[in-house]
């Protein structure tokens, strides 16, 4: 069955760094356009960073320059460097696969910044 697991969440002071991993199978990791998102408390879920499954990658306003999308099909996992943490930064953060009508969510790494 299709998993989206995703690792690396955690308490950072602000100005820090994490790097969240998203473990996926149980379908053709390659093929798929691939995502973070978060959710931060009484808030909308919004885009953080995209990578096509060309490799092509869209980043939010909010994040641009501290954050960087990648993947690496060979492993088939998906990865967010987060560079200058800030406390609006905290959030739950979800791992997303799209292709076509396929539309496969993670249950989400929380995220917190705070010193």
């Known amino acids: 069955q299709v998993q989206l697991v995703e690792s690396g969440g955690g308490l950072v002071q602000p100005g820090g760094s994490l790097r969240l991993a998203c473990a996926a199978s149980?379908?053709?990791?390659?093929?798929?356009?691939m995502g973070w998102y978060r959710q931060a408390p009484g808030k909308e879920r919004e885009l953080v960073a995209a990578?096509?499954?060309?490799?092509?990658?869209i980043y939010a306003d909010s994040v641009k320059g501290r954050f960087t999308i990648s993947r690496d099909n060979s492993k088939n996992t998906m990865y967010l460097q987060m560079n200058s943490l800030k406390p609006e930064d905290t959030a739950l953060y979800y791992c997303?696969?799209?292709?076509?009508?396929?539309?496969?969510w993670g249950q989400g790494t929380q995220v917190t910044v705070s010193s």
């Open positions: 149980g379908f053709t990791f390659s093929s798929y356009h």
């Open positions: 990578v096509t499954s060309a490799g092509a990658t």
């Open positions: 997303n696969a799209k292709w076509r009508v396929a539309d496969y």
